[in-house]
């Protein structure tokens, strides 16, 4: 027989404003983001850039009289892990996630597919418990409970839906039952679902009702939580469907091209072992979360692309399209040194006078120059951290990222901003560059010199990676993990230089 849900009133709570979001408006609201966060009055700012770019309406609030968008939409942002939530850090602060989509590396396909898929319950975004739901869970055990993450940390809750919502209608299909979900379909069987164990009898239940009168009661979840997420699923390029009175969601044809593609990941997926799960379920759970759910984690893959772009860098046999140096020329530039100076990276700058169009918003070299946000911000946070430690830090636009001097040794390092699909060409491509700049720095310098790979992802201590780096290529790799730089080497510098200190600044701010 079908569960009871976890809890009376368990519902898949999401933000209702997901309906705003398309490529234009989210690369509008991140831009906003990136370009005014670090402004004097960024809310301000931002408003007035989203209302001028015509992305969002004024949206003029009864209680303070002016334009408010940003804090309406700056949710979208946080709900889908590119954005730090300001409850828990108060800078407006962009994720890695973020950085990569700002920078284009990520399409608008891939990114809310990835994101939609990795969401899941408990999470450190969604953790007020509402007084309707206090109210129901008042007469149960469960009264006296926090906070939402810790109800559903208590109560088993370990769901990620829109795998749950995939492998349902993967299962409906194959049971020649028709594969669509309805709001009440959701409500009253997927929500049922406390984790992915439950797939089996949910699909049954679903098979039972459309071939017979037993259908479920209703259960106390609420329906609009899964109008919101019907609106979210139809976003990604792997689900279609139909929005109105009678809303749905289908596999789309796409998704159907691509449909054991998806199996996998979504098999990868329901291993409670990639579960983010709270701790402390204190603040700290909370930061967490955002550091888990925004990071670029290789482990997890994406889908192939459905839009055209302009750059594939998932190509495997791409150049690197960061990579415009000219010492990628088949005549190699000599190494030119001078101190590190951030001058030239694209680092957060507060653009107010930035030019936008009358009619909609263009996102191009208007507003962030370089297209290297991630990568720059990399390198300067490397840079930091070196500093920190008091070595000389050096670079060479035209080829190298960094070279740092420290305890008469010198390090050679290549960032690469990398997802999923461009992590091996990229490697390979870090491989070479650093073995080049070896070279030709030899003929400068007798010093002996670490070659140092860093990469903008979070990285596993069981990752193959790692020893082909240490051992097979006698290289040091570097890695972000909770937005601090990580060190995996065997060389005992390497790993005393870029350990940072505790007064060392994080990533991204």
Partial sequence: MFPDPPYHGFSWHLT??????????????LSAAAIHGSGPDP??????????????????????????????YQQVLSELGLMYSTEVEQSITLTTIGLAYLDKMLTFGEVITLQCLRYQYPNGHKVTISSSLRSVLAKTEYGMAPNLMVLQQDTGVQVRPAVLVWQVLRALDKARVTPVLRAEEISTYLMRCGDHADTSACVEAIVRASRTSLALPPTAAKLRNAQDWL????LSPIFSGSAGADAYVEISEYGRSIAEHVDAICEALVDCRTFWKPDQLKRADRLSWYEAFGAIDLRVGLIPRSEPVADDTASKDAVDP??????????????????FSSDGLDLPVDRSTTGIGETNLSYDAA????????????????????????????????????????RDHEFLVEVKSVTPANFIARLRYAIGQVYQYDY??????????????AVTASIH?????????????????????????CIHSKHAYSREL??????????GV
Avoid at 329 to 336: F, N, Q, R, S
Wanted: aromatic share 8%; with cysteine.
């Fill in 367 to 406: 507003i962030t120059p370089q297209r290297r946000n991630l990568h720059d911000r990399m390198v300067g946070y490397i840079s930091w951290v070196c500093r920190g430690k008091g070595a000389g830090v050096w670079h060479d636009p035209n080829t190298l990222d960094l070279l740092v001097t420290w």
């Fill in 231 to 234: 609106k979210f699923l139809r």
């Fill in 322 to 339: 960061l990579d415009d140096r000219p010492g990628s020329a088949a005549t190699p530039m000599p190494v030119h040194l001078r101190e």
């Fill in 440 to 453: 030709m720095r030899a003929s400068q310098s007798d010093l002996p010199r670490r070659k140092v790979i």
């Fill in 43 to 72: 809310a301000k700012q931002i408003n007035e850039f989203l209302v001028r770019a015509k992305v969002l309406t004024a949206n003029v609030r009864s209680d303070s009289g002016r334009a408010d968008a940003w804090r309406d």
């Fill in 461 to 485: 201590e069981e990752d193959w990676y790692i020893t082909f780096l240490n051992d097979g290529v006698d290289a040091d790799l570097l890695s972000l993990r909770n937005r601090r730089l």
């Fill in 16 to 29: 209702q404003h997901m309906g705003v979001v398309s490529d234009t408006s989210l690369r509008a609201i």
């Fill in 498 to 507: 870029f350990t940072p200190l505790p007064t060392s600044p994080i990533f």
